[in-house]
């Protein structure tokens, strides 16, 4: 049975950083974190190819949130470092197989590529 397990969400004061955790029941070839709050589209924040380990991020949170993956412990991690109110969403991790888009194959921030999602978790950033 295949599930995404978040955990690690809160409440930061602007500025601060929490760490987001994604565990995994399989071995997944694309991973990664989209948010989602009351007043924006769902947003995706990072995607992490297995393979190649290679990392995309959004343009809002570049230089401040970093993905990673721990393969032993099937985890996927958001590292989220100087947060803004902005910030505050219902992160979900999300996992899924290779796409192609634009010619390239790959792991990209498309909601559509991702099959299997988690519960979400809330952060809550505070001025």
């Known amino acids: 049975q295949v599930h995404l397990v978040e955990s690690g969400g809160g409440s930061a004061q602007a500025g601060g950083s929490l760490r987001l955790s994604c565990e995994l029941s399989?071995?997944?070839?694309?991973m990664a974190w989209f948010r989602r709050s009351p007043d924006k589209e769902r947003e995706g924040v990072s995607s992490?190819?297995?393979?190649?380990?290679?990392?995309s991020y959004a343009d809002s949170v570049k230089g401040r949130f970093t993905i990673s993956k721990d393969n032993t412990k099937k985890t996927l991690y958001l590292q989220m470092d100087s947060l803004q109110p902005e910030d505050t969403a219902t992160y979900y991790c999300?996992?899924?197989?290779?796409?192609?888009?634009?010619?390239?194959?790959?792991?990209?921030?498309?909601?559509?590529?991702?099959?299997?999602w988690g519960q979400g978790t809330q952060v809550t950033v505070s001025s």
């Open positions: 992490l190819d297995a393979g190649t380990v290679s990392t």
């Open positions: 399989y071995d997944a070839t694309c």
């Open positions: 999300a996992a899924g197989p290779y796409t192609m888009s634009f010619g390239r194959t790959g792991c990209f921030l498309s909601p559509q590529q991702y099959t299997n």
